[in-house]
């Protein structure tokens, strides 16, 4: 297939982020990655590496061999990820492919990231050249693993399967150890366990009338493709089939009727689940979104849905530690959600201290991810009598970060400690402080019990959840923006 149908194959699936799409078989489910943002990250390594060199210049000697310079073979890697990114989003690579693949790339990304910090000290000239040595063996990929390269179908096809099945981290596991508390549920029905929205705009005669709302739903609990789901967005019911869907949970996509056409600030939806067996149905849940309307003068309104309830709440997740379930540990993860206007930061990091006590002496390192976006702003802005300016950043963007503590949970296998991890539980009062660019942008707190789980939030067993709700404040910072506001 040419790349063109390829990309025109793409069909947007019911889900908060507009990134997430079903490719054709045999890629099917994924979730685009943000190919400008690793773009921005190299070039702006490869200008702090070419001032950390100096005066070393394009050539250097290192013993007998003369290496080439390594801002080039910088400049190859980030030629060479951005094509995948760009490869993975047109569905040309297979996901665990491009996950294994981004694994060495980001593995180079932070190793290079570490020998240039070294390399801005006052360091003697064979001090130097040792490093450039060991900077270019990384960016050849000989200290994390094969270079870059595309593998053979037939390499993939002799390779032993992993033990057991992937994890999808983009996803909830309710496999963990130290599961939280749950709600009642129904004998025999699956559990609503979250309802992610987005909403397309409605037009007639030109102009947008509403928006029509769509819920990509996930399930918890057995589930058969007869079995009916029935969404009622109020005034309005829609039905739609459950469908296998990733770590044990079961997925639905559904559409409100053609003719709904909302105008409010919120979308509210009751689930009800009807089984195929015996048609006996229960209602399994209620879920509420709010709404963002943007109304410019003699322009139609723009909708779209907000994040906002997810910018004050952190939460602490246990995941598998590796790429497959059941592992043989799980990992503690904070995460929190930022609103702001550029995405390309870099610093993300995070400290803990338990009754005082610093418990992360190195600080953890942060990784980004994406929630959802809006134009909250107009594209050009009137500045005087017949003229206008360009709004420099219209959309504002949630962008997630998730932080993996050195804290690993023990499975049913003995717990192998890496270098820098420690095991779980650290019983206390704990405290954490994200920073981004060298700013404070949120302080958790929560409390660990000797068995390892959290003392539970008001609010934690209102839904079922994967993940610990921990108090969360958000300070005061240039890092984020405001709604509405340049």
């Not at 094509?83 to 294994?100: G, H, I, K, S, W």
């Not at 963990?176 to 397309?200: I, K, M, Y």
């Not at 995070?350 to 594209?379: I, S, Y």
């Amino acid at each position: 297939m040419r790349p063109a149908l390829l990309l025109a194959a793409l069909v947007p699936l019911g889900c908060a982020s507009s990134a997430e799409y079903a490719c054709p078989d045999p890629v099917g489910q994924i979730i685009r990655d943000d190919c400008e943002a690793y773009k921005t990250k190299y070039e702006t390594l490869k200008v702090e590496l070419g001032a950390s060199l100096g005066p070393l210049g394009a050539k250097i000697a290192a013993g007998e061999q003369s290496l080439r310079d390594p801002s080039e073979l910088l400049q190859v890697l980030a030629h060479r990820t951005f094509t995948l990114c760009r490869d993975f989003n047109a569905c040309r690579v297979m996901p665990l492919e491009y996950r294994q693949r981004r694994e060495q790339t980001d593995c180079i990304f932070t190793a290079v990231t570490a020998i240039q910090s070294q390399l801005k000290e006052s360091l003697d000239a064979e001090s130097k050249a040792r490093l450039v040595k060991e900077l270019t063996r990384v960016l050849a990929g000989e200290t994390c693993g094969a270079p870059v390269t595309a593998t053979p179908a037939a390499a993939r096809a002799r390779r032993p399967k992993p033990r057991g099945t992937y994890y999808f981290s983009s996803t909830p596991w309710f496999g963990t150890r130290l599961l939280p508390p749950q709600p009642d549920a129904a004998e025999g029905f699956p559990r609503l366990v979250s309802a992610r929205f987005n909403v397309v705009h409605v037009f007639r005669d030109g102009s947008v009338i509403g928006y029509r709302p769509r819920a990509y739903l996930e399930l918890l609990g057995k589930a058969s493709p007869d079995d009916v789901i029935t969404v009622d967005w109020g005034g309005a019911s829609s039905d739609c089939n459950p469908r296998s869907g990733r770590n044990d949970l079961v997925a639905a996509s559904c559409e409100a009727p053609e003719k709904l056409a909302l105008t409010g600030a919120s979308v509210s939806i009751k689930v009800t689940y009807r089984r195929g067996a015996d048609g006996e149905s229960r209602l399994i849940g209620e879920r509420r979104a709010a709404v963002l309307i943007r109304q410019e003068k003699d322009r139609s309104p723009q909708y779209g849905v907000s994040h906002e309830d997810r910018v004050g709440q952190g939460l602490l997740i246990f995941r598998p530690e590796g790429r497959y379930v059941p592992p043989e540990a799980e990992r503690a993860h904070l995460f929190i959600v930022l609103r702001v206007r550029k995405h390309d930061w870099s610093g993300e990091t995070m400290r803990c201290w338990v009754n005082d006590k610093l418990v992360t002496k190195r600080a953890v390192e942060g990784r980004q991810g994406h929630v959802g976006q809006f134009q909250d702003l107009p594209r050009y802005r009137k500045v005087g009598r017949g003229s206008s300016r360009a709004v420099a950043e219209p959309f504002v963007y949630w962008r997630s970060v998730d932080y993996p503590l050195p804290f690993l949970v023990k499975r049913d296998a003995p717990l192998a400690l890496s270098k820098g991890d420690r095991a779980w539980p650290e019983p206390g009062d704990w405290r954490c402080v994200a920073v981004v660019n060298g700013e404070p942008v949120r302080e958790l707190r929560f409390t660990v019990r000797p068995d390892g789980r959290l003392e539970a939030l008001p609010g934690q067993t209102e839904r079922p959840r994967a993940a610990w709700l921990v108090q969360t404040r958000v300070l005061d910072n240039p890092v984020e923006t405001t709604l509405g506001r340049e």
